[in-house]
């Protein structure tokens, strides 16, 4: 920015440079939002002549922030759209946030489950000198704790490659 230009902010246009570095924002995450509409009016079909404004670069802050809280650009759409929708209510976008909060505690339970699988894993190997190695068996055959990550909605009871070990899968 020149800070000899008395063009105020809202009225001025920034090219692709400028705007990717004024919303801290990569230019993926800007191709993105050009694609789904969230960013309209940017012009020219020529990508380097595209000129952006002040409130593009606030939507694309929106969904770097949105982003970095989890949401998906499907959420990221569904937000900007109440964020533009002057007769929402509080109520529809505090149920998109505990609609997002949920979704994150599932995850971070699946996570954890995945982590105890590792550690059980894990204990299983000597982690000598030897090639034999428990973990690899477990993941070559897709058996026991593998398969639970194959759409099945409970883990698999044990296997014969868990059979007998201490670390039979673990249930949820």
């Not at 800070?3 to 800007?30: K, Q, W, Y």
């Not at 299983?124 to 897709?142: N, S």
Request: aromatic fraction near 4%.
């Amino acid at each position: 920015m020149n800070p000899c230009d008395n063009t105020p902010e809202a009225d001025r246009h920034f090219g692709i440079e400028a705007t990717l570095a004024h919303a801290g924002v990569s230019e993926r995450l800007l191709r993105q939002c050009e694609a789904r509409s969230l960013i309209e009016g940017a012009g020219h079909a020529d990508a380097s002549a595209r000129r952006y404004t002040s409130e593009h670069i606030s939507v694309l802050r929106f969904a770097r922030r949105a982003l970095a809280l989890g949401f998906g650009m499907d959420e990221i759409a569904t937000l900007l759209a109440l964020w533009r929708n002057e007769h929402r209510t509080s109520a529809e976008v505090k149920h998109v946030a505990l609609s997002q909060a949920e979704a994150l505690a599932s995850r971070i339970e699946d996570l954890q489950a995945t982590k105890r699988v590792l550690e059980r894993l894990a204990n299983l190997c000597r982690g000598d000198h030897q090639p034999a190695c428990p973990i690899l068996d477990e993941l070559l055959e897709l058996k026991g704790f593998a398969s639970q990550w194959h759409g099945e909605a409970k883990p698999p009871r044990a296997t014969a490659s868990a059979a007998g070990c201490r670390c039979a899968p673990a249930s949820r």
